[in-house]
């Protein structure tokens, strides 16, 4: 329950915020906004927080009596309801709530494997099914966006959601030419309900500092409050998903929206509609070749994104996936997407050529230290070295097929949140460099996608396709097929950003 414990954490930590300014650490509150009135945002986002929590406290106080009087046999049923009102408390209160906590639930949804089932059920309401604004709300922005009413902007329109979410909702439409579009609305407030959440932010990686005395949490804060910041920007957004989609055209197994820019502003962002399946049906079809299939396309879209153009979208949730059989997955919401320079990207390739490709520990240190994971003449020993970091990388370092699974997925989140284990001391001397934040987020979404869909396949083989330093033939029939749209694509350059 380590996500549900922290959101906890973080409700008994806002209750004394109030002795530090409001507005410590914070962007400035765009004109339309008085800082008295943003402090008043986060104050009650604070305390609305700290009522689940003291709520979730009180209950677990009942709860330890109920166990400690109840029959052996019984504690476990016992157990299993407390968590699953827990969970179902804390997901309702998020998916009012809105903002970069709610995307913290999603995030506790499918990262964190060792939550008990119906509590991860819970959770995952958050993905696509959040509580939606009133109809009525919804057309006041598009109206204040796009000019007019949507039932005037668009032939159809309709006003119940396909999907509600953290920032905004999504309405299926169809234009004055006849083109089925999906709609996202961002929610009325939720810029001034992101920079509250921020500021509480700052009180949970201070916690988390105490915890992990390498841990530098003032760029870490600053990298992940650019980047949530940047998602309000539905403008930015578009530019995003052009960049992916004209990068992915003609694609023959990843597929990336068009923006209707016409019909897109900074609130409202319209996009061609996608078919798929989601995720959640996809787990659960009986034929793991599909689960596979979709799984090596989602790979390959991270590291061909990461070497090859030199970005990467940083939410990789089960969210944002439309699968269409045969390989074939959708790639939706850009909001989130980090840039990386050359020497960026020419570090993480150094790092994986010396632990994955060389097994050379001494160079992977050199880089590591580097790259400021780990400070300079550690008191660690190589093994100790491999033996932490290595996992990270275990799915490439050898040829042959090879199953993910949850367990591995779990492992991943234990190696970067759990002090408590054998690998403590390295854990606390690390640290998180701004350039890795987003990469650890791709890490560990990654993983706990591939995870629960049980993907099996030679990963190495597929990564030696794509790392620009091997620049290996097709090992799969989607590599194949990859590679015929590459040469087909040779005459136009793909153009990189960040460099």
Not at 92 to 112: F, I, N, R
Not at 153 to 174: C, K, N
Not at 207 to 213: H, N
Request: hydrophobic letters at 45%; zero cysteines; aromatic letters at 8%.
């Amino acid at each position: 329950m380590a996500a549900v414990a922290t959101l906890a954490w973080l409700a008994r930590r806002a209750a004394g915020r109030h002795a530090r300014p409001a507005d410590a650490a914070l962007p400035r509150p765009p004109p339309a906004r008085s800082a008295p009135v943003a402090s008043a945002d986060r104050a009650a986002r604070s305390a609305h927080l700290l009522r689940v929590g003291a709520r979730s406290g009180g209950a677990w106080a009942a709860h330890r009596v109920r166990r400690a009087t109840a029959p052996e046999g019984q504690r476990a049923e016992i157990d299993a309801r407390f968590q699953l009102r827990t969970a179902e408390q804390v997901a309702e209160a998020l998916g009012q709530m809105k903002g970069a906590l709610m995307k913290l639930g999603q995030m506790a949804s499918y990262l964190d494997q060792g939550l008990p089932e119906p509590a991860r059920e819970a959770l995952a309401s958050l993905r696509a099914d959040a509580p939606p604004m009133a109809p009525e709300l919804a057309a006041d922005v598009v109206e204040a966006e796009l000019g007019a009413p949507p039932d005037r902007i668009f032939a159809g329109w309709d006003p119940v959601p396909l999907a509600a979410a953290s920032i905004g909702q999504v309405h299926r439409a169809t234009t004055r030419e006849g083109v089925e579009v999906a709609v996202k609305v961002q929610y009325p407030g939720v810029d001034a309900a992101i920079r509250a959440d921020l500021g509480n932010a700052g009180l949970l990686f201070s916690g988390l500092a105490m915890l992990f005395p390498g841990l530098e949490p003032g760029p870490l804060v600053e990298e992940l409050r650019s980047r949530l910041l940047e998602e309000l920007d539905y403008g930015r957004e578009a530019e995003n998903q052009r960049f992916f989609a004209e990068a992915y055209a003609g694609h023959p197994f990843i597929h990336v929206p068009a923006v209707v820019a016409a019909l897109s502003t900074p609130r409202v962002l319209t996009t061609e509609l996608a078919a798929g399946r989601r995720f959640e049906a996809l787990v659960a079809d009986p034929d793991q070749s599909e689960r596979d299939l979709a799984g090596e396309a989602i790979f390959r879209f991270v590291f061909r994104s990461l070497y090859a153009l030199h970005v990467f979208n940083g939410d990789p949730h089960p969210g944002n996936y439309l699968f269409g059989g045969d390989g074939r997955v959708t790639f939706l919401d850009f909001g989130l997407v980090k840039r990386f320079t050359a020497p960026e990207v020419d570090l993480f390739s150094d790092m994986v050529q010396a632990m994955a490709l060389h097994g050379d520990v001494p160079r992977f240190r050199r880089a590591i230290e580097r790259a400021g994971l780990l400070p300079a003449g550690s008191p660690f020993s190589d093994d100790e070295i491999e033996g932490y970091f290595g996992h990270f990388y275990d799915m490439v370092r050898t040829r042959g097929r090879r199953t993910l699974t949850p367990d591995y997925a779990s492992e991943s989140v234990r190696r970067i949140f759990d002090a408590s284990g054998p690998y403590g001391p390295i854990m606390k001397a690390a640290n998180v460099p701004p350039s890795f934040v987003i990469i650890q987020r791709i890490n560990l979404g990654l993983h706990a996608v591939l995870g629960e869909l049980r993907a099996t396949a030679d990963w190495r083989g597929i990564a030696e396709e794509l790392w620009p330093f091997v620049d290996g033939p097709p090992s799969t029939p989607l590599g194949e097929a990859e590679d015929a749209w590459l040469r087909q694509r040779a005459s136009r350059p793909v153009v990189r950003q960040g460099t």
